[in-house]
């Protein structure tokens, strides 16, 4: 999974009166942060910022855009932002990049943060911008409409000793939504947002912000609306590479907020027709058509198997097999003997004890442990309380199914195997059960 570092994407609406006035305008900031200098850097966060300023322009906001801005220019941004408003108006500011929880609030990291071990909490909140002091500066200048989207969904980017770390683990944490504000995070509380869906992505934004683009330029989707379906379309990508990522939102607004207008009335003239939304599939596929991960291709195959996209997977899955039996044949005569195609069978096939550590949300909070057969790649389990169902790869990567009676995905184990040990994660499909993984091959 490639995470974009400590992330969470937050959008807040705040709306202070019932009717705008005619004379109100739409005025948006929009940061993108990669290149941080202490900690670790970022791929998509400058991209997602230029395509985000592009569709609110579009939209009719006078956006101010901003790139890879350590914390001394980020508040003159902030500064020069906030002057602009006046009442009545409609603000949104964008940020995408790292950020952080620490003791319940979130701090938006610029490029020039140092890094920092456990137990310098107080250093960096110094060195950062906190979320709730942005929001309060915009509504302090009486706007209709405040919306805040944050795109910093990320693992925390410092660094760890032993079991302690600097701040919260995973993404941001969940900000009270006020009478008049909507929020609304790229995943949930717990969960980490994608940057992309694999090396082989070329998709230049992240997995939430490519989702967001086309829903702020359709018209006729309300906040709410474009909320539920951003939900529906980041759910549906990332499990395609079985990454549990849930958008939620808190929903505190009584009226509508419309990024692109109100649906289009009957005229005389006909309008043009909108475009239709993207396909969750066709997107997905473009975004692991190439890798060479056999788990990555089942999982695709899984997440859309009425998909016109999954033939193809199941045709390039079947070409990698292929490519992957034919190296692994002997270089020898023309006519090998029979017996000799493939004498050792799959790599892994065995049977191996699988230990689940650090487990938190399920299982009582109690290691587990448990064996499995694996033949021909193929791992089934159908007399355990959770059947477990799933595929090694011959090279090594694992991607394990735990099943209820009924057939309903519970959770996963992930990971890779080497030789004769592997290590991997337990991931709830749809709970906060986490857990580390250790294999030992048996014989």
């Known amino acids: 999974m ?32 990669d290149n941080y200098v202490e900690v670790a850097k970022l791929k998509k966060a400058v991209n997602d910022a230029h395509s985000v300023a592009d569709a609110l322009a579009a939209a009719g906001f006078d956006v101010i855009k901003t790139t890879d801005v350590g914390r001394r220019e980020m508040n003159r941004q902030l500064q020069t932002f906030v002057s602009r408003l006046e009442a009545g108006d409609e603000a949104l500011f964008f940020f995408a990049g790292h950020g952080i929880e620490i ?5 938006l990291l610029p490029t020039d943060i140092p890094n920092a071990k456990p137990g310098k909490e107080e250093f960096v909140k110094a060195e950062s911008i906190p979320v ?5 500066s915009i509504r302090s200048r009486g706007t209709r409409i405040s919306i805040l989207v944050l795109d910093a969904c990320r693992n925390n980017p410092f660094p760890s000793e032993g079991t302690r770390s600097l701040g919260g683990s995973r993404g941001l944490a969940r900000m009270p939504a006020a009478e008049g504000t909507f929020i609304l995070y790229s995943a949930g509380v717990g969960q980490t947002a994608l940057d992309r869906l694999s090396d082989d992505d070329a998709n230049p934004n992240s997995v939430f912000t490519r989702s967001l683009i086309p829903l702020i330029r359709r018209p006729g989707f309300s906040l709410t609306k474009t909320a539920r379906q951003l939900r529906r379309d980041v759910q549906k990508l990332a499990s395609t590479v079985s990454h549990d990522q849930r958008p939620a939102y808190y929903d505190e607004v009584t009226g509508d907020f419309f990024f692109n207008g109100k649906a289009a009335t009957a005229t005389s003239v006909p309008a043009a027709q909108p475009a239709s939304p993207p396909d969750p599939a066709a ?28 033939k193809f997977a199941k045709a390039r899955l079947g070409e990698l097999k292929s490519n992957t039996q034919t190296a692994a044949l002997p270089a020898t005569s023309p006519t090998p003997p029979p ?10 096939d065995g049977t191996w004890k699988v230990s689940l550590s650090a487990v938190s949300g399920c299982l009582n909070n109690r290691s587990r442990s448990f064996s499995m057969e694996v033949s021909e790649g193929k791992i089934d389990l159908p007399r355990h309380k959770f059947p477990k169902i799933g595929l090694i790869s011959r090279d090594g990567k694992f991607d394990i199914k735990v099943v209820d009676k009924r057939g309903r995905l519970r959770a996963r184990h992930t990971g890779t195997l080497k030789g004769g040990t592997g290590k991997g994660r337990l991931r709830g499909a749809r709970s906060t059960c986490r857990g580390r993984l250790t294999l030992k091959r048996l014989n």
């Open 283 to 310: 997107s997905a596929w473009n975004g692991v058509k190439d890798t060479k991960s056999l788990a990555v291709l089942q999982s695709f195959i899984d997440a859309f198997p009425q998909s016109l996209y999954a």
């Open 2 to 33: 490639y995470h974009k570092l400590a992330s969470i994407s937050v959008v807040i609406l705040c709306l202070i009166g019932t009717a705008a006035p005619v004379a109100a305008k739409r005025v948006a900031l929009v940061i993108g942060n």
């Open 103 to 107: 003791e319940g609030r979130n701090f």
């Open 132 to 136: 709730d002091q942005i929001l309060d």
């Open 339 to 348: 017996a000799a195609a493939n004498p050792a069978g799959h790599p892994y």
